[in-house]
């Protein structure tokens, strides 16, 4: 049996914290702990005989940038048994439980840690409520409750595998299918959650507490002129927008259409026609590819930083706000799961 379990999680509105949770104290009569992971957060020291287990979200069909970043910094495996749990948008409509998708988010991880000196014991994806509250209204409490007693339930059994020295590895069909889709989920870690950072806004309510930038695990929020704005290197973990005290963290579907016009532009015929450059025409399509990214990364740069000045004429950023989806939206918290369980707020 295991000397210490440590049960790493990261968690922007705290399913993957509960999942942490759950499996650790299942283990019963085994020293546990809880370790946040979040930008620049100093490892911990394994023992040879210590369990780690991960969860954290499934983001786009994989994991986040933060759990990849993190499986680097920590120190080599030389056998530590290991147990990845990432939790997925479980749904219920009309009475019906849908399971989420978590495409390589299980795998890609025991792959890594596999490669870094690990012994991946278990694998498994856990379906909890969706927390993606900028696409949708949310579910109602009923059906949070059905979704998160099932998982909880798994999380035991699942637990209760490895107490009695067996491995787990499920998934095999939602890894088949997140290969398949493996260019939706490089698409989503190299420009996708970077333009949906810049997608967030503060509307008229926002006080300028700054309780989202303390919070944000990746460190992405600046406060500019006392209100929050949103780097690139936001991982759409959706802490700040739920967490918001004011509810005053919104996305407009006005300011996705004005990206779309401008990102779908394409800069390198412009280039080649108006400056007559038309040597770049003849370049390979990488070199295109590149010129496309960095004219999408810093054309919508420009236009954020100048919407966010607009938006502190307070009629506007009121107007933009009752226009947005999200001010009729649900937030969401994983129930019993408060702000200090979860995020750091010094
Ligand atoms: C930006 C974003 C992308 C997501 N992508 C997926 C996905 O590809 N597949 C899926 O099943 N769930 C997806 N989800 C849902 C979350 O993985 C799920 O709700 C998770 O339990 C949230 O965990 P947390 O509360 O610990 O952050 C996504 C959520 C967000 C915010
Ligand atoms: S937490 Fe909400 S109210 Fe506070 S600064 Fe951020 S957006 Fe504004
Ligand atoms: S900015 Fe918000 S959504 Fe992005 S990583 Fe930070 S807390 Fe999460």
């Given amino acids: 049996m295991y000397a210490k379990i440590t049960a790493f999680f990261m968690s922007g509105t705290g399913n993957s914290y509960k999942v942490a949770k759950w499996f650790s104290e299942s283990m019963e009569g085994i020293h546990t702990g809880l370790q946040q992971i979040r930008e620049q957060q100093a490892t911990v020291t394994i023992g040879d005989n210590d369990l780690l287990v991960f969860s954290y979200p499934t983001h786009g069909f994989t994991a986040p940038w933060l759990m990849i970043k993190y499986i680097f910094r920590l120190p080599e495996g030389?056998?530590?048994?290991?147990?990845?749990?990432?939790?997925?948008?479980?749904?219920?409509?009309?009475?019906?439980?849908?399971?989420?998708?978590?495409?390589?988010?299980?795998?890609?991880?025991?792959?890594?840690?596999?490669?870094?000196?690990?012994?991946?014991?278990?694998?498994?994806?856990?379906?909890?409520?969706?927390?993606?509250?900028?696409?949708?209204?949310?579910?109602?409490?009923?059906?949070?409750?059905?979704?998160?007693?099932?998982?909880?339930?798994?999380?035991?059994?699942?637990?209760?595998?490895?107490?009695?020295?067996?491995?787990?590895?499920?998934?095999?069909?939602?890894?088949?299918?997140?290969?398949?889709?493996?260019?939706?989920?490089?698409g989503y870690l190299i420009i996708g959650q970077m333009l949906l950072a810049k997608l967030f806004f503060a509307?008229?309510?926002?006080?300028?507490?700054?309780?989202?930038?303390?919070?944000?695990?990746?460190?992405?929020?600046?406060?500019?002129?006392?209100?929050?704005?949103?780097?690139?290197?936001?991982?759409?973990?959706?802490?700040?927008?739920?967490?918001?005290?004011q509810q005053a963290i919104q996305v407009s579907p006005f300011t996705l259409f004005l990206y779309n016009y401008i990102g779908t532009i394409p800069v390198y015929f412009w280039i080649s026609g108006n400056l007559g450059w038309s040597f770049i025409g003849q370049l390979p399509g990488s070199i295109w590819f590149l010129i496309q990214y960095v004219y999408i990364l810093s054309s919508v740069a420009l236009a954020y930083r100048i919407l966010h000045h607009v938006l502190r004429i307070k009629p506007l950023a009121a107007l933009l706000s009752t226009l947005s989806h999200t001010k009729y939206f649900r937030r969401y918290k994983s129930p019993g799961v408060s702000l200090g369980n979860i995020h750091r707020t010094d």
Avoid at 78 to 83: K, L, Q, T
Avoid at 91 to 106: H, N, Q, V
Avoid at 163 to 183: C, D, E, K
Avoid at 223 to 235: F, I, Q, V
């Fill in 203 to 245: 509307s008229d309510k926002c006080n300028g507490c700054s309780l989202c930038k303390q919070i944000c695990p990746k460190q992405s929020i600046q406060m500019l002129g006392n209100k929050p704005y949103w780097t690139y290197s936001c991982d759409s973990c959706m802490a700040c927008m739920n967490f918001c005290p």
């Fill in 78 to 186: 030389n056998g530590v048994h290991v147990v990845l749990l990432p939790t997925r948008a479980g749904t219920r409509i009309l009475g019906l439980s849908l399971p989420g998708m978590e495409g390589t988010a299980g795998y890609l991880i025991a792959g890594l840690l596999w490669l870094r000196g690990y012994k991946v014991r278990g694998v498994a994806a856990i379906d909890m409520p969706s927390n993606w509250t900028a696409l949708h209204w949310g579910l109602s409490d009923k059906n949070v409750k059905v979704i998160v007693d099932r998982g909880e339930q798994k999380v035991k059994r699942l637990a209760q595998t490895i107490a009695l020295g067996r491995s787990f590895y499920n998934g095999f069909i939602p890894l088949v299918l997140g290969v398949l889709l493996a260019g939706v989920s490089f």
